[in-house]
């Protein structure tokens, strides 16, 4: 199947201006000769044969019969022109680049151009009688053609398979980013299963427990149900707890208004769910956007954390710019960190958030009693910033 191919205007401006400029030297040369308006009518119809044939070949590059016609044509009225008027080989300039183009292999062309050269060879020596000097002069064109054409190609070839291999690697980049951005998903839907499968999950299932030995005890002993009813909505609450925890890590965020501005708005949020007062304070140069992002997880995840375990009063949240980058922290003062909160996933993931980001991840207790969560990512520091 033919591919379309949009045709430069220079081709045309070339053919017409050369067929205009010999057809013009033949004409006042020799006005009234009928040579000339012999050669005059050749080169017409050389012109026909670019626009009815070398320029569909040029336009349908795998055509094979038309650029069988146009070289035939285009050979055939520059050698007639030169018979008549030996002055009229100049048209050969654009013939051999257009036998060229429309020629779908380097050996049709290298054989299209000795065809021409030859004829011209013949048709000049045979008019002035100088038979070896047209055949040096044609053998000379011939080799500066194919040296020409052979270079134009290997320089077509290069950017042909350049654009090839640049093509194939964003491809490659594509597919690469698709599967990364599908292994992110698995990764933090596995993450979401584990996470509720050691919090909600084994809290269902003290609940369920419980109510089936409630069932029993309701039946051997109805007034000795309060315990065991007491225990079934500790279990719910506690369920309801850590459901509304994964549901605030997890809740989209924005940073488009900073992000002070959007840890101000987590932390109130916090502060209307679980009455714990949030106090943020402290700006940051923050030049890059995903750095704001991992930066405002971390934050959420601290205070899951802090709803989950810490059993804490109040919470200060401080952004600042350091010599390292972006530092965030995250301070409390619960119970501090215990085995519970240090093994389970949401410090985990935290850490692998980070070091992807290229930062440090701390947490440790504070003198005073709580727990520190401290993120420094790589960044500009403040005297990078004034400079």
């Not at 044939?53 to 050698?79: E, K, N």
């Not at 530092?327 to 992807?356: C, F, H, K």
């Amino acid at each position: 199947m033919s591919t379309t191919r949009r045709i430069p205007w220079g081709w045309d401006a070339a053919v017409a201006g050369s067929c205009l400029v010999v057809a013009s030297i033949v004409g006042f040369s020799e006005p009234h000769e009928p040579d000339s308006w012999a050669t005059i009518a050749c080169i017409a119809c050389l012109l026909l044969s670019y626009v009815l044939a070398a320029r569909p070949a040029l336009s349908h590059g795998s055509h094979m019969g038309l650029a069988w016609w146009a070289a035939t044509l285009l050979i055939a009225a520059t050698v007639l022109a030169t018979w008549f008027t030996p002055v009229a080989a100049t048209l050969q300039a654009i013939v051999y680049p257009l036998l060229w183009s429309v020629s779908l292999t380097t050996r049709s062309a290298i054989t299209r151009s000795a065809i021409l050269a030859v004829g011209i060879a013949v048709a000049t020596g045979t008019r002035t009688g100088s038979v070896p000097a047209a055949f040096l002069a044609a053998a000379l064109t011939l080799a500066f053609t194919i040296a020409l054409g052979l270079w134009i190609t290997g320089i077509a070839r290069y950017g042909t398979e350049r654009d090839r291999l640049l093509t194939e690697l964003r491809a490659a980049q594509d597919e690469v980013a698709s599967l990364e951005r599908q292994a992110g998903i698995t990764e933090e839907r596995a993450r979401v299963a584990r996470e509720i499968h050691d919090t909600i999950a084994q809290s269902l299932t003290g609940l369920v427990m419980t109510a089936q030995r409630a069932r029993t005890v309701a039946v051997r002993d109805p007034e000795s149900l309060e315990p065991t009813l007491g225990l079934i909505e500790s279990l719910a609450t506690e369920a309801l707890a850590e459901a509304r925890s994964l549901v605030a890590a997890y809740t989209p965020v924005s940073v488009s208004g900073g992000l002070s501005a959007a840890l101000t708005s987590l932390g109130d949020r916090f502060t209307q769910e679980t009455g714990v007062v949030v106090t943020v304070g402290g700006e940051a140069t923050i030049a890059d956007r995903e750095a704001e992002v991992v930066l405002l997880r971390c934050a959420q995840e601290a205070l899951a954390n802090v709803r989950k375990h810490a059993h804490a009063k109040n919470v200060t949240i401080g952004v600042r710019d350091t010599d390292q980058g972006p530092e965030l922290t995250v301070t409390d003062d619960g119970v501090g960190i215990d085995d519970q909160a240090s093994g389970g996933y949401g410090l985990a993931g935290m850490a692998e958030r980070v070091r992807i980001a290229g930062g440090t991840l701390h947490v440790g207790p504070v003198a005073a009693g709580g727990t520190v969560v401290q993120v420094v990512l790589p960044g500009r520091s403040a005297n990078e910033v004034v400079a």
